[in-house]
């Protein structure tokens, strides 16, 4: 839909499942979404594009899993980070060559996210989880390295971090 309200597009049939956020591709020219063909499989990330509206897999999640979630895609469009279920609470940030399409595992302690968000340069990811406790924000970088709190608040759950688009805040 046009800011204006006009212009609405269907993008795609969802018939089973579909878990947001949506997360734009740097072009614009797509979106990519959480989603479940099949109540028996688990939820990978796939890509829709606007012109003709084609539904491509942009994970391969593991059978038997919850599967993936909570894509966040580099500025480059080089990368995306997201997270990977491994059971119910149990998941590590995952990164992915968009040229590739291997994923690595960023954090291996199994404790899930509640979303991530590129910083400048894209070399490193925030994302908000409840490792200490409550959920807090962490940085974690692309080589690996263990995450490190960044921010935390008193009685308060801080998730969905982002940046902002020119990449200074």
Do not use: H
């Not at 279920?85 to 968009?98: F, H, M, N």
């Amino acid at each position: 839909i046009r800011p204006d309200g006009s212009d609405e597009t269907k993008l795609a049939d969802c018939a089973v499942d579909s878990a947001g956020p949506l997360e734009w591709t740097n072009d614009g020219n797509a979106i990519v979404f959480a989603y479940r063909t099949a109540p028996v499989l688990p939820t990978q990330l796939v890509s829709v594009a606007l012109a003709d509206q084609k539904m491509v897999g942009v994970t391969n999640p593991v059978i038997g899993q919850p599967g993936d979630s909570l894509p966040a895609i580099a500025s480059t469009g080089r990368r995306m980070v997201f997270q990977r279920s491994r059971s119910v609470g149990v998941a590590d940030l995952q990164l992915i060559e968009t040229s590739t399409g291997q994923p690595e595992r960023l954090t291996k302690d199994g404790v899930e996210t509640y979303g991530a968000a590129w910083e400048p340069g894209n070399r490193s990811v925030i994302f908000a989880s409840p490792r200490a406790g409550r959920s807090a924000l962490w940085r974690t970088t692309i080589d690996g390295r263990a995450p490190q709190l960044l921010l935390a608040a008193a009685g308060v759950d801080l998730r969905a971090p982002v940046t902002s688009n020119d990449g200074r805040q």
